[in-house]
């Protein structure tokens, strides 16, 4: 048994399971030192999901076959929809959920940020750049835990009403 599993035999409040790329190992880390940007995912070989840096991430074999009717036209509403704060093509969209297990599951996240984006633009009036913190700040809702929103986007822009309401809707639809 590793020396970080005797030392935190169970998920203590806190502390998050972080894999280091460097180390090849899954560490428990206290949530504050979670960097933005940082996303929960499912490694080939652990039990449950670990937050990691997504740059340290080698794309997988697809999964899928490409995509046709509605899956596509949602695809292509979502590279429109978030061009401005995620310069993506639909091609590009395309390859990466072709490699997910579930991706209904991902486009449908993916079309919730778009959402809700789009509401909280409307509502607050939101500057290119506030809209774009709010964007992170919406990942950070898709990619993890409502507990480690604030560590993983590091919100500077918004103000304190517009980030609560930003993680209300996302998770409570309110």
Do not use: N
């Amino acid at each position: 048994m590793s020396f970080w599993k005797r030392l935190f035999p169970g998920r203590r409040s806190g502390l998050v399971p972080y894999h280091d790329f460097a180390l090849k190992q899954t560490v428990l880390v206290p949530k504050a030192e979670l960097r933005p940007g940082v996303i929960l995912v499912h490694l080939t070989g652990q039990d449950t999901p670990v937050y990691a840096d997504p740059s340290q991430l080698v794309p997988g074999a697809y999964r899928q076959p490409p995509f046709t009717g509605e899956a596509a036209e949602c695809i292509r509403t979502l590279a429109a929809e978030l061009q401005d704060v995620f310069p993506q093509s639909a091609e590009e969209w395309e390859d990466g959920f072709r490699r997910d297990l579930d991706p209904d599951r991902e486009i449908a996240s993916w079309l919730r940020v778009s959402a809700v984006l789009t509401a909280l633009t409307d509502r607050f009036q939101f500057s290119p750049a506030e809209r774009a913190e709010c964007f992170r700040i919406l990942v950070a809702c898709a990619t993890g835990e409502r507990d480690t929103v604030r560590e993983r986007s590091d919100p500077q822009l918004l103000s304190p009403e517009a980030y609560q309401a930003t993680v209300a809707l996302f998770f409570d639809g309110v």
